[in-house]
């Protein structure tokens, strides 16, 4: 594998989950493929998760990790073509990518979309200029519009977990103060879309994601009726993706609870975190025995360990 | 040990020195103990010493070390139960700790005092919840009213450096511009008094800490009188506990220099560090023969080491 | 070597320059040499190339690597003796240095001028305080007046790409925003009048290097002239050293294009990066054959090997 950006990039999703399995019951069997190997873990937005579970699996394949949280540090990029840098940006992507890719035999990026311009959002412009010049491989950790490596884990999840060989799997939107990107739900939705999974999105009235990314599902605005015989519900809040990023007005309670989870195949529920409570999901949730949320976060480092040993196998 | 945050979790405090200093003499000599482990070091507050000291006591015993400094990255935590989650917050310390408990073997969790709300403060609630929720063993980077790796190095240094058995040992409170925690003081306090010295606490009024830290000591607002036959004097500053966080006005002059120490037992001056130069201590005394506050800041170092071992030990 | 500060700490620069190519060609040979020591990256300014490139290094050497941005870390460090430290800083360089010494074999400090009181800036007081208190050996990731790992680099790559034995060197000014440092040019401008090279500076009327760094230069006003028949462009901006700091006006266009490098030896262009697009060096020139920028970056990874394997050999 040389670039891990979407699902698309996948040959066998079920296998590369499979593996992830593997690696999990056995976390050090491969230190040799990443002796003197570097991966560099780049951050243009913050992650707690997704620093620690990658970096944790690359530690296992035996690699070298450096972070480099650039959107803290002061080191604005210029991401446009063709303009006169005399302004607040002090590199050039074009350059940026290229230098670190000389320090890295693998590159993760992080770049959260900017919720203005879906045009260039959904060109996922940044992290393909990153790609084109840094001239090494590249696992996204979150970019403009999809987030693989947590529906990868999702993905692992669900296979770890299930009690039925296909079970049912329904993403549900959640409330929020502040519009989030599509990312994760886009994502998880190309996923489960590919998986052997019987697959509903629950959401409100002009929250409808990208078509591009739900193929196969069934979509619904009522979360009661999708919820029924469930065995996995994935909580997540998004924006509307038209009028893009905005927040259209909801009137009926989305804030799933206990008793929301009746009709359900007694099921696990889900979440990428960070997670608001209370907001976005409830204390009795998180707090009981539907919640499958931390152990979810603890998946992220094996299928990112997957990924990461089929790049260093390819090398 | 399963869990480091006083001195009330380490069975015999001179076993550990001990051992803190048979490492300092043979520091890699366990490196397979930390083979495929890793310590997360958390910090909610800025950290020097106790990151570089607790990373190289770490890397001494094979571990890997990820570090995530909280405080810069913009990852505002929610600490009380039962709230909506719809202000500036954007994860609950229970799932984030639950996290972190996913990706690391040992956690150490540095979190300051607010000075506001002694009640608060000294329920370390901040400190036991993360115990609680990441159900990992934890170490203690300074929490609200304690530092004992700090306490811990100090004994080393002590026991390193005492010239009789049973040396006199002073904690002498110093001028600050800005009210510090008790955190330093009530854990030194505590260590010493069960350590094998003569303990005095020289301060001025109204500076006195919770009596739960000094019992045994004897405690006097006479520093000079305190000073006398002393083989180590501990220098730091540190706010009043009642009124909680507050500087009462001190008349007198608590600044230590060259002729302060002319009665002690040619003492040794020992501070945690950072020191404020001719606010807390004066030029002469750290720039003489008398100041052990770099040596003593080295043995951090074998303080982190001991703990470290034991709680790799216990795994 | 305890010191790497200027091309004075170095022996034989051309040795050095073969040393960093045969690592280049064999980058793990010497992992026995940083076994179980560690690496200090101290930054009291940003920096991309230089952090990871050293990182680099260190591990390619088989060294630990704990890196502090001390700049964002807010910890203000007193540089000035004998004041009272009653204002912002929080701890003094003399103990700063003093500590981070114990936790460290090799440290790396950079620190970058104030560009207001150039007796100051030249004394580098900041980094000569750092090498005296800390007690290790140091290297330097650019000081007020110099970078002298970027010069190695330098020299690496112009070792590796020249077509004939002495090539013609020329060091070209270029326009900016806002006014850098002077340590680049300093630093390259010394160590090429060392080298095997033919050496050449052009740059407008007011920006006269000090002469203590360009002994042995041709120096020229006249871009064009002194770019005939060149091998290597390097281009980089900087303030006047006179009046200190100020960008004194220039009426011609000093912007490098590809029909200024017509009557060069088909030069190969370099910078220390980061650069700015279209203000200090055009895209054509960057993205086309003459450019050697991302290569060049790639060498600091074995000149700042060289370096430490230097260090750890003398230990």
């Known amino acids: 594998m040389k670039l891990f950006s979407s699902v698309n990039d996948v040959a066998d999703i079920n296998a590369l989950a499979a593996e992830a399995l593997k690696l999990k019951a056995d976390p050090y069997a491969f230190q040799h493929l990443g002796k003197n190997k570097t991966l560099a873990l780049v951050f243009l937005n913050p992650s707690l998760r997704t620093r620690m579970s990658t970096q944790k699996a690359a530690l296992n394949l035996g690699m070298n990790v450096m972070v480099l949280n650039i959107d803290k540090e002061g080191w604005a990029l210029e991401l446009q073509d063709n303009v006169v840098m005399n302004g607040t940006t002090v590199e050039h992507i074009r350059e940026a990518a290229g230098v670190m890719g000389q320090y890295a035999d693998i590159i993760g990026l992080r770049s959260f979309p900017g919720l203005k311009n879906r045009e260039e959002d959904y060109s996922e412009m940044i992290f393909n200029k990153f790609v084109k010049f840094c001239g090494k491989p590249v696992v996204s950790l979150e970019s403009a519009t999809r987030h693989p490596l947590q529906s990868l884990a999702d993905l692992v999840t669900i296979e770890e977990l299930k009690s039925r060989p296909r079970p049912k799997v329904v993403l549900t939107w959640a409330p929020h103060v502040k519009p989030l990107p599509q990312a994760v739900p886009n994502s998880f939705a190309e996923w489960m879309c590919k998986a052997n999974v019987d697959f509903t999105i629950a959401h409100p009235a002009g ?3 990208s078509e591009e990314f739900t193929q196969g599902a069934t979509i619904t605005h009522n979360q009661q009726e999708a919820l029924a015989d469930a065995d996995f519900v994935y909580v997540k809040n998004w924006s509307a993706y038209e009028p893009y990023g905005k927040m259209p007005a909801v009137t009926e309670d989305w804030l799933l609870k206990n008793d929301s989870l009746k009709d359900t195949n007694n099921a696990k529920v889900m979440h990428c975190l960070p997670v608001r ?3 976005e999901l409830s204390d009795e949730i998180l707090d009981g ?3 499958a ?7 992220r480092v094996w ?3 997957a990924v990461l040993k089929q790049m260093l196998e390819a090398m």
């Open 293 to 299: 949320v931390v152990h979810e976060a603890g998946n």
């Open 289 to 291: 025995p539907h919640s």
């Open 303 to 305: 299928a990112a360990q």
């Open 277 to 279: 409570r209370n907001l």
């Open 207 to 209: 929250y409808e994601l």
